[in-house]
C-alpha cells in the first residue's frame, strides 16, 4: 500500500494530510447519505447550530453567519449539510466558486470554528429533513454582475 509521502512528495516530513476541506471520505459520505431520499420509519434528530466565534473573528468575512438555526437531520454531519444546502449555491447565479464546483463547502455551517452543532432532541419519527427554525440569508454569494 502506498504511504502518503509517495503519493504527495511535498507533504513528506510534514503532519499535514493531503486531504483538502470537503473531500475527505466522511465529508463526502455524509454529502452522499444527505441526498439520499427519506426511508419510512426513519428516525430523525433535532440540532441547533449555533456560532460560536467571535462577530470579529476574520473566518466571518468570507462565510457570513445565519444566526442561531434548528435543523432535522440524520447526524450532526448532516445537521450542517442540511443547513448549508439552504444557502444559495453559486450555480443558481451568475457567480463563480473559488475551490470547488459548488459553494456547499465554503458556508459557515460546515466550519467547526465558527459553528458548533448542539443535539436537541433524539430519535423523531414525525420529522422531515430540513430547516425548521432560524433565517439564512440568501445574500451570501454576490453576483459577478449587478
Request: overall charge negative.
Amino acid at each position: 500500500m502506498p504511504q502518503l509521502k509517495d503519493l504527495h512528495p511535498e507533504l513528506a516530513g510534514s503532519s499535514t494530510s493531503g486531504t483538502t476541506f470537503g473531500r475527505s471520505m466522511e465529508s463526502e459520505s455524509q454529502i452522499a447519505d444527505s441526498a439520499s431520499p427519506k426511508f419510512d420509519g426513519e428516525t430523525l434528530n433535532i440540532y441547533r447550530l449555533e456560532p460560536i466565534a467571535s462577530a470579529r473573528d476574520p473566518a466571518w468575512e468570507n462565510k457570513p453567519g445565519h444566526g442561531v438555526v434548528v435543523v432535522a437531520a440524520r447526524t450532526a454531519g448532516d445537521a450542517r449539510i442540511v443547513a448549508a444546502e439552504r444557502e444559495l449555491d453559486f450555480m443558481e447565479i451568475d457567480a463563480a466558486p473559488a475551490d470547488d464546483v459548488s459553494t456547499r463547502t465554503a458556508s459557515a455551517f460546515r466550519d467547526e470554528k465558527l459553528y458548533t452543532v448542539v443535539e436537541v432532541e433524539h430519535g423523531r419519527g414525525d420529522l422531515v429533513r430540513g430547516v425548521l427554525e432560524g433565517d439564512i440569508r440568501m445574500d451570501v454569494i454576490k453576483p459577478l454582475r449587478m
